[in-house]
């Protein structure tokens, strides 16, 4: 069990750069109770520190798994009838594990996704290894420098101000879903980590209180209300979208406080960028993991994407 929590904790590492690392600027921040594979970004972006696959092997190796994922280890003397008391009952159906157990808990049929349609993959391969170019000789260096500049709690702190910032997003999402619980969770989160947290330094409403973050923005309301994605695009820059996200991105742009404060342009795009170079820091070794471990990387991301967003919208 210990070995496979290990490999299920490397496959989370690898998948979860697509989600995030190579494309600026991305989707607001996530949270999720649980982890999986296809969405390890989604639990990445509120907990950064438990990157390094060590929280995952941990909590895989120890509980994360459903208790009936058990079975009596039987006697090999009491399978054999010769030497067994035929007085004896023979062992239980219920001492062995069902089909249905040992179905991978943290996994979803592969045909509840639907195919995320892709008519302009030919373009979309074309911008898509263009963005890995500017990453390449741009992106990746300057991500660098800036992990070796600033220490990784104060990375840490950057990332919580900048997810506090943009709480009117996550608000009117969930509001226009009618979702109440999760719009008490922002106001609660925003409150808290506003004040005792120290201007949102610091996610005291998580670690204090349990008030988990709730990711929401436009894309998934939009989701909400069965607005299909449409097709698949790979824009500049911006890296994997389809027509709906983008369409949700330009809304969340509207709520966004930089928008409805009227702060210029350039602390607005320096917001932008500071925020896509620090979660960048966090995710260089994953970024090359990935690379080095896919077939096809422009077939994973899209994949990957389509599992994400997927899974936002259906949680």
């Known amino acids: 069990m210990m070995l ?92 062995f594990l069902t089909y249905k157990e040992l179905e991978d808990p943290f996994g979803t ?56 910032g943009t709480m009117p997003v996550r608000l009117l999402s969930s509001l226009l879903q009618g979702d109440l619980d999760k719009s008490g969770r922002v106001i609660g989160r925003f409150l808290i980590n506003s004040t005792v947290g120290i201007g949102g330094m610091f996610d005291v409403a998580d670690q204090e209180f349990d008030i988990k973050p709730a990711n929401e923005n436009m894309t998934q309301t939009l989701g909400y209300y069965n607005v299909p994605s449409g097709p698949y695009l790979v824009l500049p820059i911006l890296g994997p979208s389809s027509v709906r996200n983008l369409a949700g991105r330009t809304a969340d742009v509207f709520v966004n406080p930089t928008f409805l404060l009227s702060a210029p342009f350039a602390v607005s795009s320096g917001i932008a960028a500071v925020k896509k170079t620090n979660e960048t820091s966090f995710l260089i070794k994953t970024h090359k993991e990935l690379r080095e471990n896919s077939i096809d990387e422009y077939i994973s991301v899209r994949d990957l994407y389509q599992q994400y967003h997927y899974f936002l919208v259906n949680e």
């Open 109 to 164: 049929p592969e045909e509840d996704i639907p195919e995320l349609w892709d008519p302009f993959e030919s373009h979309n391969r074309f911008m898509f290894n263009l963005n890995n170019t500017l990453y390449d000789y741009f992106g990746k260096h300057v991500a660098k420098g800036y992990r070796f500049t600033l220490p990784y709690d104060v990375r840490v702190m950057i990332k919580n101000i900048i997810t506090n």
């Open 4 to 95: 496979l929590g290990r490999v299920f904790s490397r496959s989370l590492l690898s998948a979860g750069i697509c989600i995030q690392l190579i494309f600026i600027p991305q989707w607001t921040s996530a949270a999720s109770a649980s982890c999986r594979p296809i969405a390890y970004n989604y639990c990445i972006e509120s907990h950064p520190e438990k990157s390094d696959g060590k929280y995952f092997s941990e909590n895989l190796e120890s509980n994360q798994f459903p208790e009936n994922l058990t079975a009596e280890v039987l006697d090999s003397n009491k399978l054999d009838d010769s030497s067994r008391d035929l007085s004896e009952p023979p062992p239980s159906q219920d001492t």
